[in-house]
């Protein structure tokens, strides 16, 4: 069945997304009374790929559709309403989300009245909004990062008007206050501290899909974490594109150290944050860590490459003399941290030497574990108009190459665990066996044990027996 377009239409534009606007607005969530029972007896189902950025905007999609009275599924068959929220940072996953489009579209063939939404980055982007409205006549709804907030009137006119909503905005930069979450775990919460990103690394999509970097007020972000410790929140995970430059934006002198200090005196057990960038991390940020007892020692310091060539292509604005300096200086402050990392192989002619300094730079710092990918090109990102002269193959070789030298380092650093104890927030029964439990060390290590099952939602300690290449093995005491 074609559908009319409803009074939501406007396509996203790259260029438009590019600029920075200087008004944040600030707005509360409220549902108007008019949608408040539209999902009685329904249901709905939404399924995130992505970042942890996109897990925290699902959490509030399903509090929006649980207050419009929908209720949470989990088998696609059984729902009204299937919402994809989607990731854009590497081509591959573009790919598979319309694949995945297609086959939810065969559902409609029984329940017709299923609304079949996509959401997230990948609809910032024009080239897939253009392709949605030319091949996929299947999507009823589509919006972008900008607009969960206006969800319930967006169901209303695709579920209860029968209307096709294409509204993807591209350059604001809303705060919205409030927006009611339904969170899937019941110890470890996220909670966004900000929003977007103006790092504009080459390479990156994200500038433009997320917006200007816009930080919450403190006092909001203390009143959700003290919430959550009455709801009996073991542990929350501070997010951002890029957390050490919280506060950047705000018109008070008040960083992301300011706010850890803060933090480190509520009552949370366990506090975590990501994703930090080399260049905004500085020293009063690592004392604030080392001095805060809750303020786990674990850090995501994403490099993207050993070499200084590529990393200037990147605009990361570091060195790698620069970047091992904060490592040494995280060290020093605390001596048990582990630092993970992210690493893009075969930018744009990197060239074997580039490639071997990003071997010798991880071998020297020892990282604990790191993502690694190979280079995407993004339309509409600066590194896209660059001429590679590097095979597909040859980046795919180095990304072999790297991740044996992830694995061996791992192993050795997971090795120097034995004998030590750790202490371990129980996540549940392990996946692989059901005679160990599972969960985090501070250094949020993979800690596989043998336990009592009453621990789990509680932090133990577990003295460590064993090492693999991925996590620990251990016993209670
Ligand atoms: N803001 C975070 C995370 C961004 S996305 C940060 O700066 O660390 C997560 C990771 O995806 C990045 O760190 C980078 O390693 C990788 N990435 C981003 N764009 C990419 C691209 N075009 N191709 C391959 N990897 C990419
Ligand atoms: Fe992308 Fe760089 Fe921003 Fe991270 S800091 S999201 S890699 S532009
Ligand atoms: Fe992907 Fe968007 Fe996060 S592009 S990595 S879901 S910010």
């Not at 209860?160 to 019941?186: A, C, H, M, T, W």
């Not at 075969?346 to 030497?353: A, Q, T, W």
Request: overall charge positive; aromatic content about 8%; hydrophobic content about 35%.
């Amino acid at each position: 069945m074609k559908k009319n377009y409803s009074k939501y239409f406007k396509k996203p534009s790259l260029s438009s997304a590019r600029k920075r606007i200087e008004k944040v607005n600030k707005i509360e969530f409220t549902i108007a009374k008019k949608y408040e029972k539209i999902g009685n007896g329904k249901n709905f189902l939404v399924k995130t790929y992505g970042c942890q950025g996109n897990e925290a905007d699902s959490e509030k999609m399903a509090g929006v559709l649980t207050k419009l009275g929908f209720n949470n599924c989990s088998a696609p068959e059984e729902a009204d309403i299937i919402l994809v929220n989607t990731c854009a940072v590497r081509d591959n996953a573009e790919v598979r989300i319309f694949g995945e489009l297609g086959r939810l579209s065969s559902l409609k063939r029984v329940n017709p009245n299923l609304i079949l939404g996509i959401c997230g980055c990948m609809p910032q982007e024009e080239n897939v909004v253009e392709k949605i409205l030319q091949k996929c006549h299947y999507v009823d709804l589509v919006f972008g990062t900008h607009n969960i907030h206006k969800l319930p009137e967006y169901i209303y006119a695709a579920y209860l008007q029968k209307e096709r909503v294409v509204e993807v905005f591209s350059n604001v930069g809303d705060i919205v206050e409030n927006v009611p979450k339904i969170r899937k775990n019941l110890k470890k919460a996220w909670i966004n501290i900000m929003y977007g990103c103006d790092e504009f690394c080459t390479y990156c999509i994200v500038p433009y899909t997320r917006g200007k970097e816009r930080s919450r007020k403190s006092e909001n972000i203390i009143l959700e974490i003290e919430e959550l410790v009455k709801e009996g929140y073991k542990e929350v995970t501070l997010l951002g594109q890029n957390v050490n430059a919280y506060g950047n934006d705000l018109d008070i002198n008040y960083k992301f150290a300011d706010l850890l200090e803060e933090l480190s005196k509520t009552e949370m057990k366990r506090i975590r944050f990501t994703t930090s960038h080399p260049k905004d991390l500085d020293l009063r940020t690592i004392e604030a860590m080392a001095r805060g007892n809750n303020i786990m020692e674990h850090f995501h310091l994403p490099v993207q490459s050993g070499s200084d060539d590529i990393l200037k292509k990147m605009n990361r604005k570091y060195t790698k003399k620069e970047y091992i300096h904060l490592v040494k200086l995280l060290k020093q402050h605390m001596p048990n941290i582990s630092i993970t990392t992210d690493i893009i192989v075969g930018f744009p002619n990197e060239s074997r030497e580039d490639f071997e300094d990003t071997l010798t730079l991880y071998r020297e710092v020892e990282f604990d574990s790191a993502f690694t990918f190979v280079y995407s090109k993004r339309e509409g990102t600066p590194a896209a108009k660059l001429v590679d002269t590097v095979s597909e193959e040859e980046k795919k070789n180095r990304l072999h190459e790297l991740i044996e030298v992830t694995k061996e380092v791992s192993n050795s650093k997971n090795n120097q665990y034995i004998g030590k104890v750790v202490e371990v927030l129980v996540d549940s029964v392990s996946k692989n066996d059901e005679d160990f439990l599972s969960g985090y060390s501070r250094e949020n290590k993979l800690v596989n044990f043998k336990g009592d099952v009453n621990s789990i939602g509680k932090i133990v300690s577990v003295k460590i027996t064993g090492a693999k290449t991925f996590y620990l093995k251990g016993e209670e005491i």
